[in-house]
T-cell receptor, first 112, second 116 residues
């Protein structure tokens, strides 16, 4: 099975940079997703990492280290609208179904 | 807009009742997933269908069942409802359920179920 750990809540200031960490333990690994979810709304896709390293996409970047079972989502130039929950999800390599398992999410509060 | 459509958006029903949630996947997506999200449990995988057949099962109760029809829409049936079943139920879809990179899962807006 998978075990995914993220901080429950983080706060940051508008315009700043924040890093949301995700550690995981899995019997097999086939990729890691980051999703953003505003309260009561659908999770929306942010990034998908399969290989080690940093992938940048506008203000958001995602990093993966498979050997350490570690990923982070980096949000730059924070805006108020970035206040949301950020979900880390790991796709296993075993079982044939490749169903991502989601962490509990990190609630990010951006204040002025 | 992800292209995944769910109905109804909100539903209030009594304990012991049965409800059906409906999902239309994105155009071209063959795989449908159902997730349950409650405050204390996070996003929990229930079941997956691919091209009409059950592909994977997660933490789905025996009181719950689902199916995917030939037109690829899916329904999640929840019966003998209990207060603890109150949650946000998401449907999601993807093109290929395999291990290909970039095989993103897209979520619908969810169906809010309140059991009273």
């Amino acid at each position: 099975g998978q075990n995914i750990d993220q901080p429950t809540e983080m706060t940051a200031t508008e315009g700043a940079i924040v890093q949301i960490n995700c550690t995981y333990q899995t019997s097999g690994f086939n990729g890691l997703f980051w999703y953003q979810q505003h309260a009561g709304e659908a999770p929306t896709f942010l990034s998908y990492n399969v290989l080690d390293g940093l992938e940048e996409k506008g203000r958001f970047s995602s990093f993966l280290s498979r050997s350490k079972g570690y990923s982070y989502l980096l949000l730059k130039e924070l805006q108020m609208k970035d206040s949301a929950s950020y979900l880390c999800a790991v796709r296993p390599a075993s079982g044939g179904s490749y169903i991502p398992t989601f962490g509990r999410g990190t609630s990010l509060i951006v204040h002025p | 807009d992800s292209g995944v459509t769910q109905t109804p958006k909100h539903l209030i029903t009594a304990t012991g009742q049965r409800v059906t949630l409906r999902c239309s996947p994105r155009s071209g997506d063959l795989s449908v997933y159902w997730y349950q999200q409650s405050l204390d449990q996070g996003l929990q995988f229930l079941i997956q269908y691919y091209n009409g057949e059950e592909r994977a099962k997660g933490n789905i109760l025996e009181r719950f069942s689902a199916q995917q029809f030939p037109d690829l829409h899916s329904e999640l049936n929840l019966s003998s409802l209990e207060l603890g079943d109150s949650a946000l139920y998401f449907c999601a879809s993807s093109n290929n359920p395999g291990p290909l990179s970039g095989n993103t899962i897209y979520f619908g807006e969810g169906s809010w179920l309140t059991v009273v």
